[in-house]
């Protein structure tokens, strides 16, 4: 095969920048020569309290979300922003050169009563909204380069497929829009993206929202609101079934519609009572088949598991165990004691196999 000079000079330019990339197997790294980002939600706390826990972060991530510090019941619970948890996180990772994802702004949870109060009022609902996301995304401009501007406004139980939150309520059903306008203003360097769940099942909830997120999409894109991405969060379940050809194509409608494709959740939930190896088999099995439906996509560029290892986990939190049978969970891609487990390989393996795009 005889290659052009401008082939040529594509390919060495290639080899050049994946020669400059970690050749390490850590998640970051693998994600990174494969033209991907790859990251986990991260805890402040257990970032500062744990050196092993804030160690792994720092190895396997190149992103990081604040599970919990950004919402805005923590930055604002008391009309006066305090960022100072999320500034414990840049502080942390970013000298390592891990970024920071922003979620979220505007959440039907999470939210200080005050302004579950104001954003469901018709005379303080638009402007509440707008000041807080002005507010939030001009404090961290430069720092953030990708938010959650709009989480989990979908409700598949609805005729419109829109979830009555206090800002649907309060603004209307065009509190999307606003919010994504707000955003672009704010910080126009910023990826604006709106996250959601529920949408990997075969039932036909699944089936709603899967059609009801192309519908709002659509409609934002008909209206040029500045939404560049879209969060699929991917809480998995072994309990759900999970057609791997449909979700592709699924997928590839979603991004069809000139957005691109973020993993933004990832975890895989399970209540079986088998050995905890083959429940570990089997969750990697459903991480990899889900992987692999997504990263065929051309546009899907970035993996953040919701947690990096199965001591810090939501749904090992609180004493309320999500198991039936009270052990718990083993949903993410290294186990309570550090050690990676096959769910780490399959993210490995699905980054690998995937199409290439550029690095
Ligand atoms: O900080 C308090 C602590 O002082 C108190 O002792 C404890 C007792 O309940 O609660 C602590 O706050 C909890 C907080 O997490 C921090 O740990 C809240 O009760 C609890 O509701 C909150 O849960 C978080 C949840 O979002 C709601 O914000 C989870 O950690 C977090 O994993 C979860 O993440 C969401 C995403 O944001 C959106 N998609 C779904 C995902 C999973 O539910």
């Given amino acids: 095969m005889t290659l052009s000079r401008q082939q040529f000079l594509g390919l060495s330019a290639a080899a050049t920048a994946a020669a400059a990339l970690p050749l390490d197997d850590s998640l970051r790294g693998v994600a990174a020569r494969h033209g991907f980002m790859f990251g986990a939600a991260v805890r402040s706390g257990a970032l500062i309290a744990d050196p092993r826990y804030r160690a792994l972060v720092l190895r396997e991530c190149g992103l990081a979300t604040p599970e919990g510090e950004l919402k805005w019941n923590a930055v604002d619970a008391d009309r006066g922003y305090d960022f100072h948890r999320a500034e414990a996180i840049q502080t942390m990772l970013a000298p390592s050169g891990v970024r920071l994802r922003g979620h979220t702004l505007v959440w039907h949870n999470a939210l200080p009563r005050w302004a579950e109060l104001a954003l469901a009022t018709s005379e303080t609902g638009r402007q509440t909204l707008a000041d807080h996301i002005q507010a939030v995304m001009a404090a961290w401009r430069g720092r953030i380069d990708s938010w959650d501007v709009v989480n989990e406004a979908l409700d598949p139980g609805e005729a419109d497929g829109m979830r009555r ?5 309060g603004v209307g059903p065009d509190y999307i829009e606003l919010a994504f306008r707000t955003a ?7 990826e604006l993206v709106y996250n959601d769940y529920g949408l990997e099942g075969t039932d036909t909830r699944s089936d709603a929202k899967r059609r009801a997120l192309l519908r ?5 894109k008909m209206r040029d609101t500045p939404v560049d991405a879209v969060g699929l969060q991917a809480h998995l379940s072994l309990e759900q079934a999970f057609d ?14 000139g957005v691109d494709i973020h993993v933004t959740e990832l975890d895989v939930a399970d209540h079986s009572t088998e ?3 083959v429940r570990d ?4 099995d459903r991480t990899e088949r889900f992987l692999d439906a997504v990263l065929d996509t051309p546009r899907a560029r970035s993996i953040v598991t ?10 090992n939190d609180w004493g309320r165990y999500y198991r039936r049978d009270l052990t718990p969970a083993r949903a993410l891609p290294f186990d309570a004691s550090y050690r990676p487990k096959p769910m780490a390989d399959a993210i490995r393996r699905a980054m ?4 290439a795009r550029a690095v």
């Fill in 165 to 169: 939150s206090p800002a649907f309520r």
């Fill in 184 to 190: 672009r203003a704010a910080a126009p360097m910023a």
């Fill in 216 to 220: 709002l999409i659509e409609q934002l």
């Fill in 244 to 257: 791997q050809r449909s979700y592709a194509a699924f997928v590839r409608e979603l991004s069809g519609l």
């Fill in 275 to 277: 050995a905890v190896s």
């Fill in 281 to 284: 088999r089997r969750i990697a």
């Fill in 306 to 315: 919701w947690g990096l290892t199965d001591l810090y986990s939501w749904l």
């Fill in 352 to 355: 690998r196999g995937a199409p």
